[in-house]
């Protein structure tokens, strides 16, 4: 603390406070020309940087899209199992559509799957029989096959169906 009759000193606690105070009263704040600098830098920052997160979305809805076709691949297996019934997939360039037969002889859709924008299947590489399959009451595929995912920038996800009901991305 500080000695009795020094207000101002070194020794004073507000001496501190005072002094950043009056440095701060002195600053004119920023000139317009540094505040150029400043934009210009954000500005070739961000131009660098965009074309890279772009492209990160992009690869980003091919890989959720290959997970959730792989996922409702492996939830018609095991509905197919649990009912006793087949559970057919179909596909179309936008979306696709799980369905099965109820014991009534009904066809109640499971799920209807719309793919990300960027995102489409590719019918002419996707090599199921008539653009579908289907899981049997045992677990296997009826046409094994591939379902091929691609996005804008050409890029692909096959998700294979083995001969024995094995589903994996490639």
Same mark, same amino acid.
């Given at each position: 603390?500080g000695?009795? &009759?020094?207000? &101002?000193?070194?020794?004073?606690?507000s001496?501190?406070?005072?002094?950043?105070?009056?440095?701060?009263?002195?600053?004119? =704040?920023?000139?317009?020309m540094?505040?150029?600098?400043? *934009?210009?830098?954000?500005a070739?920052?961000?131009? /660098?940087?965009?074309?890279?997160?772009?492209?990160?979305r992009?690869?980003? +809805?091919?890989?959720?899209?290959?997970?959730?076709? %792989?996922g409702?691949?492996? #939830?018609?297996?095991?509905?197919?199992?649990? !009912?006793?019934?087949? @559970?057919?997939?179909?596909?179309?360039t936008?979306?696709?559509?799980?369905?099965?037969t !109820?014991?009534?002889g009904? *066809?109640k859709? #499971?799920?209807?799957r719309? *793919?990300?924008g960027? @995102? %489409? @299947?590719d019918l002419?590489q996707?090599?199921?029989?008539?653009?579908?399959?289907?899981?049997?009451?045992? =677990?296997?595929?009826?046409?094994? &096959?591939?379902?091929?995912? @691609?996005? %804008?920038?050409? +890029? +692909?996800?096959? /998700? /294979?169906?083995?001969? #024995? =009901?094995r /589903?994996?991305?490639?």
């Amino acid at each position: 603390s500080g000695r009795p &009759g020094c207000l &101002g000193c070194i020794g004073d606690p507000s001496f501190f406070v005072r002094r950043s105070w009056e440095a701060m009263k002195k600053t004119d =704040g920023f000139s317009l020309m540094k505040l150029m600098v400043v *934009l210009a830098i954000v500005a070739v920052v961000s131009a /660098i940087v965009a074309p890279n997160v772009i492209s990160w979305r992009s690869n980003a +809805q091919l890989r959720g899209a290959a997970g959730n076709l %792989k996922g409702d691949f492996e #939830l018609s297996k095991a509905k197919a199992i649990r !009912e006793r019934s087949p @559970v057919t997939i179909t596909f179309t360039t936008t979306h696709y559509r799980v369905t099965f037969t !109820e014991k009534d002889g009904n *066809l109640k859709t #499971l799920r209807k799957r719309k *793919l990300p924008g960027d @995102v %489409k @299947v590719d019918l002419d590489q996707t090599n199921f029989d008539g653009e579908k399959t289907a899981f049997d009451a045992r =677990g296997l595929p009826n046409d094994f &096959g591939r379902a091929v995912l @691609v996005n %804008k920038k050409g +890029q +692909q996800k096959d /998700i /294979i169906v083995s001969r #024995l =009901g094995r /589903i994996r991305i490639e």
